[in-house]
């Protein structure tokens, strides 16, 4: 009785066993998925071509003396400035070094009496040295400026085109691999013109602050 008893146990038992081992060969084992993993984005390259727009402030000074007139004069003002730039840079690592050629119309204007001097147009061009943080580029340049000021008095006009230096500092920011912003200060001095047959002489400085933006090709 009791041989009956363990062989129908044992029976039970090698049943059950093979039950389960057929539902645990049913069961297919699906690994994780891979974590993604997110490329970088590239560090942005300063070297290429650009294209842009800039306004801003032209704080201009006007001084003037005559051989006729003993002493000097002068005045100030400050005026609307709004033009364009092109240029290109090269990038070494961190070091960007480019050139740049800008011109813009400037509203600057003293006047007095039927006397007025307008600095109408004021241009540049400049070497620019910087280092670029990835997409922030901060630097130094300096080179020649040019404008074209105008005399008015009620017994006739004069217009001269001024020659000269100048030297400034920047940031420029790259919102995309394209677009870039600046914001901007250069002292320009333009050195001094005769009017009128050498009869009145002028010296024009200037400190400019603008913003603009530039295309990158």
Request: glycine share 12%; aromatic share 14%.
């Amino acid at each position: 009785m009791n041989i009956l008893r363990l062989s129908a146990l044992a029976s039970a038992s090698l049943l059950a066993l093979g039950v389960v081992g057929a539902q645990a060969a049913d069961l297919t084992y699906e690994p994780a998925p891979a974590p993604v993993v997110e490329a970088a984005p590239a560090a942005f390259n300063w070297t290429g071509f650009y294209l842009g727009v800039h306004a801003g402030a032209a704080i201009t000074d006007f001084d003037y003396s005559s051989p006729f007139v003993a002493g000097t004069a002068s005045d100030d003002n400050t005026g609307f400035l709004g033009g364009v730039q092109a240029g290109y840079n090269w990038q070494f690592d961190n070091i960007v070094i480019g050139a740049q050629t800008d011109f813009a119309y400037t509203s600057a204007k003293i006047s007095d009496g039927g006397f007025e001097n307008k600095l109408e147009w004021l241009g540049s061009t400049t070497a620019r040295v910087g280092y670029a943080f990835d997409n922030l580029l901060v630097y130094g340049k300096g080179g020649v400026a040019y404008g074209s000021s105008k005399i008015t008095t009620p017994v006739g006009d004069d217009s001269k085109w001024h020659t000269g230096w100048t030297a400034g500092v920047g940031a420029e920011y790259a919102f995309t691999q394209n677009i870039t912003g600046l914001v901007e200060y250069n002292y320009v001095d333009l050195g001094s013109q005769d009017y009128f047959d050498n009869a009145v002489s002028a010296d024009i400085t200037s400190n400019v602050i603008k913003a603009g933006l530039n295309y990158k090709f």
